[in-house]
Structure formats: structure tokens, C-alpha cells
């Protein structure tokens, strides 16, 4: 990683509030964070090397009201508390992180899947070994 690496952003390309973000840095920490209306916020970082960049990972990360979490491989590695309220956006960027120009990622992503409304991954879980199958809203 170059300093830090977006994974993705939801939210406008160049945006300072109303954003929510997964950015992996050079020390193979992640860290899912969001800036929303009425001071909105949330900041979930793992430890250094929850992510190399010699594998693939499985990554989830959850928001199901205020309660955070980021899961690498199955394994819960960072959770938090959001306060404020939830940002309103609707613009996916893959491969971009909180601060636009700056955080391009290089490398690959495969089967991104984002779901509103239920929460699939709330506690510990074993990672798909196939391709995802469809979940009925």
C-alpha cells in the first residue's frame, strides 16, 4: 500500500462529510469509517496487519444502525458506535477512498456485493469458499 488505499466510497468523489469509506494503510490495518449530517461519524480501525497485500481477503464491513463492525476473513476486527445522523448518499466508487485523488487502489476486488436494509454479517462467520449466492431482500 501506498500510504493508504481505498476499497470503496459511498458518497460524492470529492466529499468532506456525508461519505462512508474502507481504506486499508501501509501497515495492513483497515479502517471503515463514515461523516455524516448532524455530526454523524463513526471510525472502526483494525490492528496493523489485518490485511497483506500477497492474498485475498474476504472483507465485510457492517453498519446496522449505530453499530459498526469489520470483519477480514470471517474474524470481527474492529467495531464501533455511531452518533449523529446517518449520512444520504447514493454515489458507489470502487476502488477510491475518503479523500478522492489520493487513495486510488491497486490491486483487484472481486464479487462486491453492498446490501441496504438487513445486515447479513452481525458475529464471527465463515467466509464463502464459492462465488456468493443471492439473497432474497
Do not use: C
Not at 452518533?83 to 486510488?104: C, E, N, R
Not at 476486488?109 to 456468493?132: L, S
Amino acid at each position: 500500500f501506498a500510504s493508504r488505499r481505498g476499497l470503496w466510497k459511498l458518497g460524492a468523489f470529492v466529499a468532506t462529510a456525508n461519505f462512508m469509506s474502507v481504506v486499508a494503510w501501509t501497515d495492513g490495518s483497515l479502517h471503515f469509517v463514515g461523516i455524516g449530517a448532524s455530526g454523524y461519524t463513526w471510525a472502526a480501525r483494525s490492528s496493523a496487519g489485518a490485511v497483506s497485500t500477497t492474498v485475498w481477503h474476504h472483507i465485510a464491513a457492517v453498519r446496522r444502525a449505530d453499530d459498526i463492525w469489520l470483519y477480514v476473513d470471517g474474524a470481527l476486527v474492529a467495531s464501533a458506535t455511531a452518533t449523529g445522523t446517518p449520512a444520504t448518499v447514493k454515489q458507489l466508487i470502487v476502488g477510491m477512498g475518503t479523500d478522492g485523488f489520493q487513495s486510488y487502489m491497486k490491486g483487484y476486488i472481486d464479487e462486491m456485493r453492498v446490501r441496504r436494509g438487513t445486515a447479513v454479517y452481525t458475529a464471527p462467520f465463515t467466509p464463502p469458499a464459492g462465488p456468493f449466492t443471492y439473497l432474497a431482500p
